[in-house]
């Protein structure tokens, strides 16, 4: 599970660099990427997680890739029970973030990104 704090130190970065350091929206960036990225690691097929970050004005997209799930199922947000230790990571990801989505890829390879604004 080391990815995620890679994946969190190359993210603070690039947005640091891109908009500044001590913006409260770079830690709201790195919770999310956390949640998503933890879940691709927990739940994904392939060895591989890939991060990218888009920078398109104001607002930067993040998204984490991984392979396929069998079967093509789609990851989902579930309502997590008040006194479940997970399950509320899609929660939180649109908690911190302004828009947020799941997109399926060719050979059933899945992209859940987020959206943050900076300006």
């Known amino acids: 599970m080391e990815s995620v704090p890679v994946g969190r130190r190359w993210l603070r970065d690039v947005l640091e660099r891109a908009f500044g350091e001590g913006r409260p929206k770079v830690d709201d960036a790195l919770q999310a990427l956390s949640e ?3 879940n691709a690691v927990l ?6 997680v890939r991060v990218t970050c888009i920078l398109d004005g104001g607002w930067a997209e993040v998204a984490v ?5 069998p079967g093509g199922s789609r990851p989902r947000k579930q309502d ?4 479940a230790e997970g ?13 947020w989505g799941i997109t399926m890829l060719p050979k059933d390879d899945v992209k859940v990104w987020f ?3 900076f300006t």
């Open 36 to 38: 998503i990225l933890t």
């Open 80 to 83: 997590a029970a008040p006194d």
């Open 115 to 117: 959206r943050v604004r």
């Open 43 to 48: 739940y994904g097929t392939g060895p591989h």
């Open 65 to 69: 890739h991984n392979d396929g799930r």
């Open 87 to 99: 399950g509320r990571g899609l929660d939180l990801v649109s908690l911190f973030s302004d828009q």
